[in-house]
């Protein structure tokens, strides 16, 4: 018998004892989620997405306040909505560059040929970026106590409030993430999500009223999702939300959840 059978034979005989290796797809999970969230501590990128809630705060709230305080609004509580979402929509962007990144750089690919999970690239990239909405929701919901703000509701709808806004985010950072696999450019990506991202945002009910826009452009104004959406934030935060403001904002959840989520599963999951 060679001394090279001999060797192998007693490292067989060594490791024979050893348990079998198990995969665990919540401990890859878990470990590439903590990578991405200690480097966005170490960048700042978390005390970037504290500090985004007081820019809009104080960028749309100051000039607009006294304003419509003559026409009887409690601008704080009109607002808050639309500082909420903008901030979620800013959180998206960084979602977005996070996976382009990784598939410009390659680690999308090398990642595909580990003994990973299918999806458990994404998953941690988008739990990352619930870490990001929650700290950017905290800060907005500081923030906009400070300008005075209240959840009137009571804790059910203040809940509610939270859980809505971060679901927004959620179904945003999806189809962001998407975008970002597919195009493998974190620069382009932010000049191209940022315009419709402010197009939106102003034309909606977010930061004045329906009756202040031109009769010709209020059907849009009114019915697109951002604007739906702060009707109903504005009512969990305010009095409580009903059904019959709730079912619509949910429906255009529903739908961008049902467009975006095979998305991403898609771009992440392909071949490039």
């Not at 990642?111 to 929701?137: C, D, H, N, W, Y």
Request: net charge positive; proline share 5%.
């Amino acid at each position: 018998m060679s001394s090279t059978t001999v060797e192998r034979a007693d490292s067989a005989l060594l490791f024979a004892e050893l348990p079998a290796a198990r995969l665990s797809y919540f401990a890859q999970w878990r470990a590439l989620s903590g990578r991405i969230v200690r480097t966005m501590a170490v960048k700042g990128e978390l005390i970037v997405a504290m500090i985004t809630p007081l820019v809009f705060t104080l960028g749309f709230y100051l000039p607009l306040r006294y304003v419509m305080k003559f026409q009887g609004i409690d601008y704080a509580q009109f607002v808050m909505p639309i500082i909420v979402l903008q901030t979620m929509a800013f959180t998206m962007m960084s979602n977005a560059q996070l996976s382009a990144y990784e598939a410009l750089t390659g680690l999308s690919t090398r990642l595909q040929t580990m003994p990973i999970g299918m999806l458990v690239p994404l998953s941690a990239r988008i739990g990352a970026g619930l870490v990001r909405s929650l700290t950017a929701l905290t800060a907005a919901i500081i923030f906009g106590y400070m300008i005075g703000f209240r959840f009137v509701a009571g804790l059910g709808q203040a809940v509610l409030f939270c859980v809505f806004s971060i679901a927004v985010g959620t179904v945003l950072a999806l189809g962001a993430d998407a975008l970002g696999s597919l195009t493998k450019s974190p620069e382009s990506l932010s000049q191209a999500l940022t315009l419709p991202t402010l197009i939106f945002g102003m034309l909606s009910c977010g930061f004045v009223p329906e009756r202040s826009f031109p009769m010709w452009i209020r059907p849009f104004v009114r019915n697109q999702p951002i604007s739906q959406f702060s009707f109903a934030l504005r009512d969990m935060a305010h009095n409580g939300v009903t059904w019959d403001v709730l079912w619509v904002p949910l429906t255009w959840l529903g739908g961008m959840a049902i467009v975006f989520t095979p998305l991403a599963i898609w771009a992440s999951v392909r071949r490039s």
